[in-house]
């Protein structure tokens, strides 16, 4: 006799009916790159089909997002002026402070998610404070608060702590708490690596450090163990979603981090994956369509409730038209 597991795979409706791993819309969070300025939509070379939009353009973009139904937004602030200590990034009426009042004027109902980081608006591009030539964890974790309690004044449902520094978390829950925004989520990078798949985001946000590199802060890659370590430390200091990055090279990591937690896991597919399949499809060598959906399923079944991608958009309207 002849076991049979083929008979599964013999019609797309019976695949659709029994398949394991599904998406939605919802589980998409699309990154924008927000820049001081008006009237500004300009092209990223290192990351062709995305662009840094000044606020006033920002609702184009968010009106395609809100019609495809895609979960939120993840906004990116990038400054005109940078200073020593970042300071733009917790200005009232800063870049990305406008860009959020914006979204939820113009969407109220769309979620918004708002980067919280150094690197954007430091002159020196590192994650933190520097004490000398060195990031200082401590003092930098008041300042994140800052720029994490001006964010959620301005609007944002969701603030998402890019930095790396340890303690992140809990200084900006403490600080959300006390100004009375005890529902604003925090959604923590508490995984994430120091990756070379980064490079075409530094580009886009100008945020490349100016010395040395963030392996003191950020994750090595042969490590897993340290993931969850990392992962059970932001949930207990009250992270509400933890995100692991990048995405498909650590497909590994978001599983063992998944069963790990109980909260949701969101995958960030980050800029350096997008770049390698816009690439080679530009060469004919890979076809974009089916790549780009590819990865979304291979992240969604390796845990991913939540998938932050440059791709959200299209794979959203390529799922309303039957291909996912
Ligand atoms: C800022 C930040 C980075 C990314 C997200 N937030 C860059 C970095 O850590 O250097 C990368 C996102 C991407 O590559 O798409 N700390």
């Known amino acids: 006799m002849i076991v049979r597991p083929r008979r599964l795979r013999s019609t797309k409706a019976i695949r659709d009916m029994t398949c394991e791993t599904r ?128 964010q959620a004044r301005a609007g944002a449902d969701i603030v998402a702590p890019s930095d790396m520094m340890d303690g992140h978390t809990g200084a900006i829950r403490e600080a959300l708490d006390a100004g009375g925004m005890t529902g604003t989520l925090i959604m923590s990078y508490a995984v994430k690596y120091a990756s070379a798949f980064y490079g075409p985001f530094r580009e886009a946000a100008g945020s490349a450090p100016s010395f040395g590199d963030r392996k003191t802060y950020q994750m090595d890659p042969r490590n897993v163990r340290e993931a969850v370590k990392e992962a059970l430390l932001d949930v207990g200091e009250g992270a509400d979603i933890i995100i692991v990055k990048p995405g498909m090279p650590y497909l590994d990591v978001l599983k063992t981090v998944k069963e790990a937690v109980n909260v949701p896991v969101a995958s960030y597919c980050v800029s350096g994956e997008y770049s390698m399949i816009k690439a080679a499809c530009a060469n004919g060598w890979l076809n974009e369509k089916n790549v780009a959906c590819e990865s979304a399923v291979c992240l969604a079944r390796g845990g991913a409730d939540v998938i932050i991608t440059y791709y959200a958009l299209e794979l959203a309207e390529w799922m309303r038209e039957g291909w996912l």
């Open 23 to 150: 998406l939605s819309p919802s589980m998409f969070v699309y990154p924008v790159f927000v820049r001081e300025g008006h009237n500004i939509n300009e092209d990223i070379p290192a990351m062709p089909g995305q662009k840094r939009y000044s606020p006033d353009k920002l609702p184009v973009i968010l009106e395609r997002a809100v019609k495809a139904g895609i979960g939120g937004v993840l906004l990116f602030g990038i400054p005109e002026h940078k200073d020593e200590t970042g300071s733009e990034a917790w200005r009232e009426d800063g870049v990305i402070q406008t860009a959020i009042r914006t979204a939820k004027r113009e969407f109220p109902g769309l979620t918004v998610i708002g980067d919280v980081c150094l690197c954007e608006y430091t002159s020196h591009g590192h994650c933190g404070l520097l004490k000398g030539e060195t990031v200082d964890n401590d003092s930098t974790l008041d300042v994140l608060a800052r720029v994490a309690v001006s």
